[in-house]
């Protein structure tokens, strides 16, 4: 699909992840709320009470071929472990203690809050298209900051970082 085409889905994505956050709502508790110790050292306490997270038994997926996108049946059939859409992250039962995975979809909640829905979906989708899940743009972001989370040298400031990173990237 070329980038107006796909544009033209992103109505129909943001209001099936506005349902499906609905869906959730009552479920959703802020990130704040959760007993880890390490992630206030690196985000601020802004960001930490705003973003929501739901442990589910599956991570939903927007339905993208029934939307009529194609090229993303890769992405549909991943057995996701977390995946975030706007100021909420889901996380599969199973990890809701691994801090590493809360991490890594705060950082994408960064990324939404700073890029804007329209954006994030673009620069996102147009990732996916190029470089595949794990090198896309957003996804190679993520897991590197990650990375050196898991590594547990000196806290660094997320918001910060990811800022910088956009405005090099895309010019936010
Ligand atoms: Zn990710």
């Given amino acids: 699909m070329n980038p107006e085409e796909l544009r033209a889905k992103f109505p129909l994505i943001l209001h099936w992840i506005q349902q499906t956050l609905s869906a959730h709502a009552a479920r959703a508790r802020p990130v704040a709320s ?17 973003a929501r997270v739901v442990a589910v038994d599956t991570v939903p997926l927007p339905p993208l071929t029934a939307l009529g996108l194609t090229g ?32 890594h979809e705060l950082v994408h909640i960064v990324q939404w809050n700073l890029l804007g829905p329209e954006r994030f979906l673009a620069i996102y989708a147009e990732g996916l298209e190029q470089f595949g899940y794990r090198d896309s743009p957003l996804e190679e972001m993520a897991y590197r900051l990650e990375a050196l ?23 936010i």
């Fill in 34 to 50: 959760l007993n880890f110790p390490r992630l206030r050292s690196y985000f601020t306490p802004a960001t930490l009470s705003a």
């Fill in 149 to 171: 989370f898991g590594k547990g040298g000196a806290p660094f400031p997320v918001e910060q970082i990811v800022a910088r990173e956009l405005n090099e990237l895309v010019g």
């Fill in 72 to 103: 993303f049946t890769d992405f549909e059939n991943t057995d996701a472990i977390g995946i975030t859409y706007l100021d909420t992250f889901f996380v599969q039962a199973d990890y809701q203690d691994d801090e590493s995975l809360h991490f």
